[in-house]
Nanobody, 125 residues
């Protein structure tokens, strides 16, 4: 079992920045990949970024160049640095883990086995 707790959400104006941490605990040795997903009201959950334990990262086209995924292994914490935020970035952001590299399937939420409760991000224009 892996427990994930996200934080750092809030309300910002367009162009602003937020950093979301996701703290992992429990059977973290089973985790190979940690990722971020988001879900806007009335829309399906979508992959934002993912990162494996070796630092290999993948991003959704919509966030490339603006968001950075990183990890502090000593603290078992995943981060999502979000810069140049846009209103379309608004949504509930979730942290998730998987036990192996997912390749081109990284953005399918069904490939992840543990999820956090989410943190809300609201970007106003």
């Amino acid at each position: 079992q892996v427990l994930l707790v996200e934080a750092g959400g809030g309300s910002v104006q367009a162009g602003g920045s937020l950093r979301l941490p996701c703290a992992a605990s429990g059977y973290t040795s089973s985790v190979y990949v940690m990722g971020w997903f988001r879900q806007a009201p009335g829309k399906e959950r979508e992959g934002v970024a993912t990162r494996d334990k070796n630092g290999r990262a993948m991003y959704a086209d919509s966030v490339k160049g603006r968001f950075t995924i990183s990890q502090d292994n000593a603290k078992n914490t995943l981060y999502l640095q979000m810069n140049s935020l846009k209103p379309e970035d608004t949504g509930m952001y979730y942290c998730a883990t998987a036990g192996g590299w997912l390749g081109s399937s990284w953005n399918y939420d069904s490939m992840y086995n543990y999820w956090g409760q989410g943190t809300q991000v609201t970007v106003s224009s």
